[in-house]
């Protein structure tokens, strides 16, 4: 295997852990929909901690070594269209994403805010916030991103 080729197996290697994990954080996002106390709503945001790290990598993996693999190649170039509509899929999605994590951080700290003031039952505002509509949009749209760009990096379009 050349350098190369290396390169490009550690971009789709950061591919397959950005949809991992964006695959984990929809399960934790899908298990708040249902959470109404502080403690469960804590358990699972440290579940999507792992996904939120997890997707940070495979963001900034992917778009790095996707770069390096686009000069590297000679079939390849930063300034293909194929290339620069993945960027800016890329742009969008991490944008979203981050806004994204920022929503459903809330409902964490208002989950530490009651169980700090010794309340540790269903709470409606708790509910309210593990059900963002913000964060759900955003987390779909970025989702749906990243799958446009996996379909761009699989078909090239006008390559």
């Known amino acids: 295997m050349t350098f190369e080729d290396w390169i490009f197996a550690l971009h789709v290697t950061m591919a397959a852990l950005l949809v991992g994990s964006l695959v ?12 109404d106390t502080p403690g469960m709503t804590l358990s699972l945001h440290r579940v999507k901690l792992v996904a939120t790290g997890a997707t940070i990598i495979g963001l900034l993996g992917t778009i790095s070594l996707g770069i390096w693999t686009a000069i ?9 269209g194929w290339v620069i509509a993945a960027y800016v899929l890329w742009g969008i999605a991490t944008i979203l994403l ?3 994590f920022a929503e459903f951080e809330k409902s964490a700290q208002k989950a530490r805010t009651l169980i700090a003031s010794s309340e540790t039952g269903p709470s409606a505002e708790l509910v309210a916030l593990n059900r963002t ?25 006008g390559h």
């Not at 984990?24 to 959470?35: A, D, Q």
């Not at 590297?72 to 293909?80: E, G, S, Y």
């Not at 749906?144 to 699989?154: E, G, H, N, Q, S």
């Open 72 to 80: 590297l190649r000679i079939d390849f170039h930063p300034w293909d």
């Open 24 to 35: 984990m954080s929809w399960i934790v996002i899908v298990s708040l929909l249902t959470t």
């Open 133 to 157: 509509r913000t964060g759900l949009l955003l987390r779909t749209v970025a989702s749906l991103a990243i799958v446009l760009i996996v379909i761009d990096m699989i078909w090239k379009p």
């Open 98 to 100: 981050v806004r994204s």
